[in-house]
């Protein structure tokens, strides 16, 4: 029997798919989405004819594959691979050219995470090309790259949706979610189409050639810290840019001066040693550089931007500058310091300088059993003391930062946590890597409402650096906090770990995980403060997971911190099973906290015992997508208020699944909705809690 997809068999399918004017293959039911023939060549010129289209899926399990190019009248996809890059990609999109990505016929791939062909017609199309890709190195080849978007067109073909499952390594099947039918598509103007490409190329992790062409001389090395790195470390795209008239357009993108819309420059990209990079798209950024031969930019160091900037390109004059502003170690005035010259390979020049290393100090036993008598003093009893390093764990969007709002709070006010665990009063930093200052501000005022405090009660007990958008790692903080007074701080809260690496760093390395656990702890002996890391769980189960192995990242974490403070899953909803491993205390016993917006409050009715169970596959893989769902709605909500279209505009969640957990935000009261006259038709608006103004 012929497999049906809606009802229809993927010959009928692909007979429309035909008579729309588009040259059609059989594709096989392998799972490898390759042709169904030992040649297609010959259809890259011409269409099949009725016939033997109709031959072709005679055979059960065979998908229709669509052939891009001159041959079905101009046709292109952009294939969006990493399913994470698809909301920005449309968002900018939309920002550059208003009503583009309702011309595009959209179609969501099975591949986990999900991918997305935007398919369109267009006089000028080119080549399949990649647009954009990221290092994903293995010991057999330390070159390897990810193709993250890449197009589809002369020459190239898709999986069309009406392909059975089986087409698909998961099973799963393409789907149109969006824009003109594949038999209906709409024709775009070359100009839209360079804006699909230039906005793809942002996404880019690789150049492909040396941006900055001046390098490092080679000659005497000194020690110590250049004014060019250390400028590259501490300063900001914002400072360079804006005094040159560089508008930021969006998140990371940038607008030159003169131009009105749209963008011409975009951040975020690192060079293979670490350091960010600005890659400037535009020919007329004079005196920057734009594209150069197969290059889709110039990427300069933020020190390379602010020698052609302020200096004309002369980096010895910049780096003189920048030393009498207080970057770089005292160095001989007679070094001549260029910046870094970046290629697809790292910092050619850089040289390894000896590291300086301290004899080490040998305590006799009984000295250290007099002088070191005593334990430093609890910060909440029974979890954590001063100058040790804290995880709280839990999974995304499941309450972490609320919790570290509500512990900050009792430590400033002197209130036991969850009523049984005292703890030492005084004050707060926290260090806040994810939000805006007004989001903060918000949450922060919706916590102490709730917990009846006025603001008389935490004056000056709670101090908060906010760090969005401007990346540091936690070499950097340590820095940034060295004016802080021994003993000022009983508490530094960072939220949240994943946004503070190292320089150079990944999170699943152990290296990594043990320098920065290394700097936390140094960071602790340098304030006299517990230092908090709000960390996220590994995916997958964890009902059988010891508390020490539910962070993600490098096995160091789990043995490197303190204290490790799990939030788990219970079996009832709305209920988290608290659970720690404690290095200066006894075993601390599970509790039972119950999640009332905006607190999680003790439930003593909850049996702590009662964890989650195990999940079935199936179970576990929609668990996962509907947390991924939700915090895409969140996300969405927190630039602005928005209808259930509009978010499944966004999110590319299906319209079940988006309601479903529109309900659940809306019943855990994380989100509230108000009536609202939409084009003559009365519609629900959903805005974040959170964010509604406050009275």
Known sequence: ??????????????????????????????????????????????????????????????????????????????????????????????????????????????????????????????????????????????????????????????????????????????????????????????????????????????????????????????????????????????????????????????????????????????????????????????????????????????????????????YSAAARRLRTEGYGDHLPERVHDGGDRYTPYGNQSEQPKPRK???????????????????????????????????????????????????????????????????????????????????????????AREMDLDVNDYRGMIEVVSLRGKWQSMEDLLVSLSDVAPGEFVLIIIDSKYRLGTINGDENSNNHETHLYNNADRLGVMTGAAVLLIHHLTKGDQSGKRVTDLGAGGGAQSRAADTHIALREHEDEGVAVLEGAVRSFAPLKPLAIRWEFPLWRADEWADPAKLAGKQTRNEERTAERDREGTSKIIAALVKAPATAREIRRQTAISKDRCDRLLDKLEADKQITATTIELKGNTCRQYHVVDEQPTT
């Open 357 to 447: 290393i301290e004899p080490l100090e040998r305590i006799p036993i009984e000295r250290l059993m007099e002088d070191y008598a005593v334990l430093h003093e609890p910060v909440v009893e029974g979890w954590f003391r001063l100058m040790e390093t804290v995880n709280i764990i839990a999974y995304p969007k499941f309450g972490k930062s609320w919790f570290a709002y509500y512990l900050a709070y009792c430590i400033v006010t002197g209130q036991p946590v969850f009523g049984r665990y005292a703890v030492k009063r005084g004050k707060v930093l926290i260090v806040d890597l994810e939000l805006h200052k007004n989001l903060i501000s918000s949450r922060l005022r919706t916590v």
């Open 1 to 314: 029997m012929i497999a049906q997809v809606n009802g229809r068999t993927p010959r009928e399918y692909a007979s429309d798919l035909l008579a729309a004017g588009w040259s059609v293959l059989p594709i096989k039911g392998d799972g490898t989405k390759s042709p169904a023939l030992n040649s297609w060549t010959q259809y890259q010129s011409a269409a099949p004819t009725p016939a033997e289209a109709n031959r072709f899926w005679l055979a059960d399990n065979i998908g229709i594959g669509i052939v891009h190019g001159r041959v079905s009248g101009n046709t292109e996809a952009i294939d969006i691979d990493n399913g994470d890059l698809f909301r920005p990609f449309i968002v900018e999109v939309e920002r550059c050219e208003p009503g583009l990505i309702d011309k595009l016929s959209i179609i969501r791939t099975p591949r986990e995470g999900h991918g997305y062909h935007l398919i369109y017609k267009c006089p000028t199309i080119g080549s399949p090309q990649k647009l954009a890709q990221r290092p994903d190195p293995i010991p057999e080849n330390p070159q390897k790259r990810k193709t993250l978007i890449e197009t589809k067109g002369e020459g190239g073909y898709t999986v069309a949706p009406g392909s059975p499952g089986c087409c698909h390594e998961t099973g799963g099947f393409y789907e149109h979610i969006d824009g003109p039918a594949l038999t209906e598509l709409a024709t775009i103007t070359p100009e839209q189409r360079e804006v699909l490409l230039r906005v793809a190329r942002s996404f880019n992790e690789i150049l492909e050639e040396a941006a900055t062409t001046v390098g490092k001389p080679q000659g005497e090395h000194h020690d110590g810290l250049s004014p060019g790195d250390d400028f590259n470390r501490r300063a900001t795209w914002e400072q360079i840019l804006e005094p040159h008239g560089w508008e930021h357009s969006h998140d990371r993108y940038w607008r030159r001066p003169g131009k009105i819309n749209g963008w011409s420059a975009t951040v975020g990209c690192q060079s293979q040693n670490g350091t960010e990079l600005f890659c400037c798209f535009s020919d007329n950024a004079h005196p920057l550089q734009g594209a150069s031969g197969r290059a889709p930019c110039t990427a300069y160091s933020k020190f390379a931007l602010y020698a052609v900037l302020n200096h004309a390109g002369d």
